[in-house]
C-alpha cells in the first residue's frame, strides 16, 4: 500500500469495489481471529450511562477497535441509571472484576472512566498487564484533529449536539453511528440527512435494531388483517427522569473537571446547573427531544416505513400544565422551555396510493387511549407501554416494539399469524457476535436499512411535536417549503440560534 494512502482510505476504497480482507483471516490467526489491519477503529462520542450500557457489544466484536472516546466531563460519580449500581456492575463483569470502584457509592461516567475501562478490557482480552491504545478527549473537534484512522463515530451525547457532531465527522468522511434522535430540530435533522446523501458515508440510526417485532406486525397489516389502517395509537409510560416546571435560579459551581462550555456547544450560554445535564437533559426543548424522540423512535419507524408516511400535514398537542401562585392568583404558566410531564398529540398524514389517511396519535406521562371494547369485556388493560393498530376490520394491540400483538374481534386471531419476538440473540451460537448492519456496509455489503435518509418522515414528525407543543396551537406544516403556513411565530422553533464559531 503506497505510503500515502492512508488506513481509513483504504477501507473506503475496499468497501466500493467489494474487497476487504485480503489475507483469510484463518491463515493468520484462526476462524475468529481478525487482524489489526482489517479492524474497524471507532472514537466514541459520550460517555453516559447509556454510552456505558451498550459498550459491551462493542468491545465483544473482534472486528471493531474502540479508539478514542470523547466527553466534557473527565469522571464523576454523579449519573442517573436506572437500577442502582447496574452501570458499575455491569462495568464489573465486562473486566471480569467484581472489585471494580468498590469504595464508589454512586453512578460512574465521563471520558477517564471510559478510556479505563476500554483499555482495560483490550488488555485482558489480550492477556497483558497494559493496554493504552484508547485515548480520550474533552471536544469532538480536537478528536478528530488528532485521529486520523477513524473508521466510524458512536454519537451518544445529549440531542442538542447530534447534529453538531454528525455532521463534523461526515464531512471528514467518517461513518457515523447515533443514537435517537438524529436533532433535535427539525432543520438540523434535515441538514444531517443532506449531508449523508451528500458525503456518501455509511450511516446508521441506531433505533433500527429495536423494531423487527414491529416490522412483522406492519408487514401482516399491509397484507390485509385488519383491514385498511386509517389509526395508530402509540403511548409510553415516559418521561421517565424528573420534568422540572422552573428554569434553575440558583448558581451551584461548575464540577472539578466538567467544561460547561463545550457540553452546552451550539446552545445559547446561560449558567451551569444540574437539572440541566445527564439523564434529565431530555426534558428540556434546548437541549432534548422529550419523550417522543426517547422512545417514538423504535416503535414506530416501522410504522413510517411500512405505511409510506412522509411529513405531516399538521400536528396538534394537548399537554399538561403547571401553575403557579403570584400575588395570591394562582394561574397557569406559559412554559415554552422544558416538556410538559404528559401530553397527547395527533398528527395527520395524507393518502399514499391505495393506502387512506392516517391519524398517528401520540401519548406519554401517564396517558393512554381508550381501552378497546373487546379487552374491557374480557377484563384486560392496554399494556403500560404499547401501540395499537385500528383499521376497517379489526384491530391490532402490540407491545411498543411489536411484542405479543393481539387481534381484535377475536374472530380474526388466525389471520394475524404472528409469534411473539424472540430475546435478542436467541438461537445464536454463543461465540457468533450479532450482525451489525452498518459494520457490514462499511465493509462493502449492502447499505444499512438505518441509513439516515430512510428517518426523514419520523425525524420531522417528532420535531413538530415538539413546535405544536410549544406553540400550543394546531400547526399546518408546508414539508417542501420547511415552514409553518398557519403559524409563521412558530418558524423559530424548526432552527437553532447557534452560538458563535457553532453555526451548521
Known amino acids: 500500500m503506497p505510503a500515502d494512502l492512508d488506513r481509513r482510505k483504504f477501507i473506503r476504497s475496499a468497501a466500493v469495489s467489494g474487497v476487504f480482507t485480503i489475507v483469510p483471516r484463518h491463515v493468520l490467526g484462526g476462524a475468529d481471529y481478525t487482524p489489526p489491519s482489517d479492524k474497524i477503529t471507532m472514537a466514541h462520542i459520550g460517555m453516559g450511562t447509556q454510552g456505558f450500557n451498550e459498550l459491551g457489544g462493542l468491545l465483544g466484536n473482534p472486528e471493531l477497535q474502540i479508539v478514542a ?54 488488555a485482558r482480552e489480550r ?77 446508521h440510526f441506531l433505533p433500527y435494531g429495536s423494531g423487527d417485532a414491529m416490522r412483522r406486525v406492519v408487514g401482516r397489516i399491509n397484507e390485509g388483517v385488519i383491514g385498511k389502517v386509517r389509526e395508530v395509537h402509540n403511548w409510553s409510560n415516559r418521561p421517565v427522569w424528573p420534568q422540572y416546571t422552573e428554569i434553575p435560579t440558583d448558581r451551584p459551581p461548575v464540577p472539578k473537571d466538567f467544561d460547561w462550555d463545550l457540553w452546552l456547544g451550539p446552545e445559547h450560554d446561560r449558567p451551569y446547573h444540574p437539572h440541566y445535564t445527564h439523564a434529565v437533559f431530555r426534558g428540556w426543548y434546548d437541549f432534548g427531544g422529550g419523550s417522543m424522540a426517547d422512545m417514538g423512535h423504535y416503535s414506530l419507524w416501522p410504522v413510517f416505513t411500512g405505511f409510506d408516511l412522509g411529513a405531516p400535514l399538521s400536528v396538534q398537542s394537548w399537554p399538561t400544565h403547571f401553575c403557579s401562585i403570584i400575588d395570591q392568583v394562582s394561574k397557569p404558566v406559559k412554559n415554552d422551555f422544558s416538556f410538559p410531564a404528559g401530553c397527547a398529540i395527533q398528527f395527520k398524514y395524507a393518502a399514499r396510493g391505495e393506502m387512506p389517511p392516517l391519524d398517528l396519535f401520540w401519548y406519554d406521562g401517564g396517558m393512554r387511549p381508550r381501552v378497546p371494547q373487546e379487552m374491557a369485556e374480557e377484563d384486560k388493560d392496554l399494556p403500560i407501554e404499547g401501540v395499537m393498530f385500528i383499521g376497517d376490520q379489526g384491530r391490532i394491540v402490540a407491545g411498543f416494539t411489536g411484542q405479543n400483538p393481539q387481534i381484535y374481534p377475536k374472530s380474526r386471531t388466525e389471520a394475524l399469524g404472528i409469534s411473539p419476538a424472540p430475546p435478542r440473540g436467541a438461537g445464536r451460537p454463543p461465540d457468533q457476535p450479532r450482525r451489525e448492519l452498518w459494520l457490514e456496509a462499511i465493509k462493502g455489503g449492502p447499505p444499512s436499512p438505518a441509513a439516515f435518509p430512510n428517518a426523514a418522515a419520523i425525524s420531522d414528525s417528532i420535531n413538530l411535536g415538539a413546535v405544536a407543543l410549544r406553540t400550543g396551537r394546531k400547526i399546518v406544516f408546508d414539508s417542501e417549503n420547511m415552514k409553518i403556513a398557519n403559524a409563521p ?14 453555526e451548521l
Open 127 to 203: 492477556n497483558t498487564e497494559k493496554y493504552d491504545g484508547c485515548k480520550a478527549y474533552a471536544d469532538f473537534r480536537e478528536l478528530f484533529e488528532k485521529e486520523k484512522g477513524i473508521d466510524v463515530v458512536k454519537i451518544m451525547t445529549p440531542d442538542h449536539l447530534h447534529a453538531t457532531i454528525s455532521i463534523a465527522a461526515m464531512k471528514r468522511g467518517i461513518h457515523v453511528l447515533v443514537h435517537k434522535p438524529l436533532a433535535n430540530r427539525l432543520q438540523e435533522s434535515r441538514l444531517v440527512i443532506e449531508t449523508a446523501r451528500q458525503t456518501k458515508v455509511v450511516t
Open 69 to 122: 472516546v470523547c466527553d466534557p466531563n473527565k469522571e464523576s460519580s454523579d449519573y442517573v441509571e436506572w437500577g442502582k449500581d447496574s452501570v458499575r456492575n455491569r462495568i464489573r463483569t465486562l473486566l471480569g472484576n467484581p472489585t471494580w470502584r468498590e469504595n464508589d457509592t454512586g453512578c460512574p461516567g465521563g471520558r477517564e472512566i471510559g478510556r479505563q475501562v476500554i483499555n482495560a478490557y483490550y
Open 489 to 502: 411565530e412558530a418558524n423559530k422553533y424548526l432552527s437553532r440560534e447557534y452560538r458563535k464559531g457553532w
